[in-house]
């Protein structure tokens, strides 16, 4: 079945540091990639999300391209703020309505920006 | 529109007894989810809805759990008897169409804190 993997947090970084949060997944099919973030105390928003190969999503300073040749939807910013610290959900839509309707997550990341 | 609305944000009950947690999507969207997250298992689907249908059930963890939705405005989680290990946040969540380019909008979520 679907799946995603994310690198292991927490990460520490700096105010202004450049941020990369790993994440690939394992789909049939044509899947839509999703970052979601989850700040303390709260449900999940939708951060940015690319629909097909070689989409690049962005929102807020943030970008992740969809790599289909290597499975990858990868979170970057060039510089991140202390007001950045959340928990980072990737997750996948399948392809084909029916049970891929469903969005499959990774285990999230938590990044913590200090002054 | 005001969003998903889930209610309750915070219960706190004693071990056996009946829980249930209520959700209202955003209108006019399809496809209703619930998700459960834990420190130890991150965040589970437990079953989704199509036209008030249940689609995928395949995630509700054992009998004690059950879901309805009565109508399209409207849908509940019930949980009994509850134990201890029920313990965790139940986030709704809605959709307008299956594709993968339908963005899931979450509720804030409902603490369960069974004692």
């Known amino acids: 079945g679907d799946s995603v993997t994310q690198m292991e947090g927490p990460v520490t970084l700096s105010e202004e540091a450049f941020l990369t949060i790993n994440c690939t997944y394992t789909?049939?099919?044509?899947?839509?990639l999703f970052w979601y973030v989850q700040y303390p105390g709260e449900g999940l928003q939708l951060l940015l999300k690319a629909t097909k190969a070689d989409d690049k999503g962005s929102n807020k300073g943030f970008e992740a391209t969809y790599r289909k040749e290597t499975t990858s939807f990868h979170l970057e910013k060039g510089s991140v703020q202390v007001s950045d610290s959340a928990v980072y959900f990737c997750?996948?839509?399948?392809w084909g309505g029916g049970t891929a309707s469903k969005l499959t997550f990774g285990t999230g990341t938590r990044l913590q920006v200090t002054l | 529109d005001a969003g998903v609305i889930q209610s309750p944000r915070h219960e706190v009950t004693e071990m056996g007894q009946e829980v249930t947690l209520r959700c209202k999507p955003i209108?006019?969207?399809?496809?209703l989810f619930w998700y459960r997250q834990t420190m130890m298992r991150g965040l589970e689907l437990l079953i989704y809805f199509n036209n008030n249908v249940p689609i995928d059930d395949s995630g509700m963890p054992e009998d004690r759990f059950s879901a309805k939705m009565p109508n399209a405005s409207f849908s509940t989680l019930k949980i009994q008897p509850s134990e201890p290990r029920d313990s965790a946040v139940y986030f709704c969540?809605?959709?307008?169409?299956?594709?993968?380019?339908?963005?899931?909008?979450f509720g804030a979520g409902s603490r369960l804190t069974v004692l």
């Open positions: 789909a049939t099919g044509y899947p839509s």
């Open positions: 997750a996948l839509r399948g």
């Open positions: 209108s006019g969207h399809d496809y």
């Open positions: 969540a809605s959709s307008l169409g299956s594709s993968g380019a339908n963005v899931l909008t």
